[in-house]
């Protein structure tokens, strides 16, 4: 508190002292005279003024030393210019709280991007950590283009601001998927929605074994063969047991979906059961609306045990996102349907778990992140945001989302963070529906979609030759996917030669 910078800080208060020898008693000035001693000066005069800024806090302190006459002697600091010193002192203030302002914004901003990256990534455990890698391995692809000394990339750069701006893109790449229903992105099985329907489905299967077994005590009752019925009974029962299996596996989705096997799920669905209990009974007002656009039939009532019923459809209400000449020079196209939650239609996908609706509805992400994006008024330096972000899903033929941009069309980041999106989805080990690939398997697949013109073949090329590729693996995969690395890199980057 005896420094005088300090008092003044503490205190709010201006200390204006003629010399500083002559106050050692008072203030500390110890400092002062050391390093006179070491540079041979003499600090006579102090005036000492605080910096407030609009709140009244002290955010710093200005000290001038050794006022001069008009004959360059040092005099003590006149009353007449404390005005000045003032003014000059609340200017400096105002300076410095904006500087820091700016800083706080820009830290606040920073922490904002990334809570909604990690919200993401917690969304849904089939992302895992795909927001905080892929901006890692998009920087060190863009450092290797802005290193290369020769080739395509000879000439490209970055500055502070830009590096900054491909930051803020790569962690917001992906946040139109917090509009993506967790039961869409977290489908796991063909009839899954909130919950998997192949319960339902079973218990149907269960209600068809008690009524052959009660059929079977009935025909007893009645006097028939007790041997031959049972006999009937268990060929019945090892039918439906047969037939629940394969609709099981046709629901795991990890078979390619033949037509043999589509229709053979078809002449299953015919089978019939008996429905006793109302199905208009405890259910939500959304349902009970569209159930109610056809009448309920009589009790008892035979159903099919697979059906894809008029209540299984939600229509769609508008096409803002994919309609023709769009704002956005959107291209999506947009199944005729929202929703079809259709038990035959479901389990007759081909392949993976995914509706056509379905996989509308996740691409759908990427426009939502541009619409987010291009909603926010960026500064200057932020301008690109949304271009680089929103790119990643497009391919350099042109048949990418969500606005069909072909390689031209897009900047060298944008490109970059498309590789560095499907390299890290491929060798990504924290996803519980696929197990990882392994680094020569991801190499693999990559260099066939440089083949098909989907990604860029000479970033692709600068990947495999700057090692960026071999960094990443070793930062982020596991020992058992890097398998030998220089050879797979080797021959990824012939095949895509």
């Not at 020769?150 to 917001?172: I, N, S």
């Not at 656009?293 to 229509?315: M, N, Q, T």
């Not at 926010?376 to 069909?404: C, F, I, N, Q, T």
Request: hydrophobic residues 40%; contains cysteine; proline residues 5%.
């Amino acid at each position: 508190m005896r420094n005088v910078a300090s008092y003044c800080a503490i205190t709010g208060e201006m200390v204006n002292i003629a010399d500083a020898y002559s106050h050692t008693d008072e203030l500390d000035f110890s400092g002062t005279v050391e390093f006179d001693r070491r540079l041979g000066y003499r600090s006579q005069s102090f005036l000492t003024v605080p910096l407030k800024n609009h709140n009244g806090f002290v955010i710093g302190v200005l000290q001038l030393i050794n006022a001069k006459d008009a004959g360059g002697r040092i005099v003590p600091f006149s009353s007449e210019i404390l005005p000045m010193v003032n003014a000059l002192a609340s200017q400096a203030a105002v300076s410095i709280d904006n500087r820091m302002l700016v800083d706080e914004l820009k830290v606040l901003l920073d922490a904002f991007i990334a809570l909604i990256a990690a919200a993401i990534d917690t969304k849904s455990p089939y992302t895992g950590g795909h927001c905080q890698r892929v901006p890692v391995l998009t920087e060190m692809l863009v450092k290797a283009a802005c290193e290369a000394k020769e080739g395509p990339f000879a000439d490209f750069d970055l500055t502070d601001a830009e590096w900054y701006e491909l930051r803020v893109a790569c962690w917001l790449h992906d946040c139109g998927k917090v509009t993506t229903p967790e039961h869409i992105v977290d489908k796991a099985t063909k009839l899954e929605a909130i919950y998997d329907r192949i319960h339902e489905v079973r218990m149907r299967f269960e209600v068809l074994k008690r009524d052959a077994e009660i059929a079977m005590l009935k025909g007893v009752l009645a006097g028939g063969n007790p041997e031959e019925l049972r006999a009937v009974y268990e060929s019945e029962c090892a039918t439906l047991d047969e037939e629940f299996a394969f609709i099981g596996t046709c629901n795991v989705g990890g078979e390619f979906m033949a037509p043999d096997k589509i229709e053979r799920l078809k002449k299953i669905a015919e089978r019939t059961w008996t429905r006793t209990l109302s199905n208009r009974i405890g259910i939500s007002y959304a349902e009970k609306k569209r159930r109610e656009a056809i009448p309920e039939r009589p009790l008892p009532v035979e159903e099919k045990l697979l059906e894809d019923r008029y209540d299984h459809i939600s229509p769609r209400e508008g096409l803002r996102l994919s309609a023709p000449g769009n704002q956005w020079g959107f291209n999506l196209q947009a199944p005729e349907r929202e929703a079809n939650l259709g038990e035959v239609y479901n389990l007759s996908i081909s392949r993976g778990t995914l509706t056509a609706e379905d996989r509308y509805k996740i691409n759908e992400h990427m426009a939502q992140t541009i619409v987010m994006l291009e909603s926010l008024p960026w500064p200057r330096h932020l301008r690109r945001v949304p271009e680089y972000a929103g790119g990643h899903h497009e391919k350099m033929d042109g048949s990418g989302y969500p606005r069909g941009l072909k390689r031209e069309d897009m900047s060298v980041p944008a490109r970059v963070m498309a590789i560095a999106d499907i390299f890290e989805a491929l060798t990504a080990a924290d996803r519980p529906y696929k197990p990882p690939k392994t680094l020569s398997e991801s190499l693999r697949i990559m260099q066939f979609m440089v083949k098909d013109q989907h990604i860029d073949p000479d970033l692709f090329k600068l990947f495999i030759e700057s090692g960026v590729y071999k960094d990443y693996a070793k930062q982020f995969l596991t020992p058992e996917q890097i398998d030998d690395e220089e050879v797979a890199g080797e021959a990824a980057l012939a095949k895509a030669a």
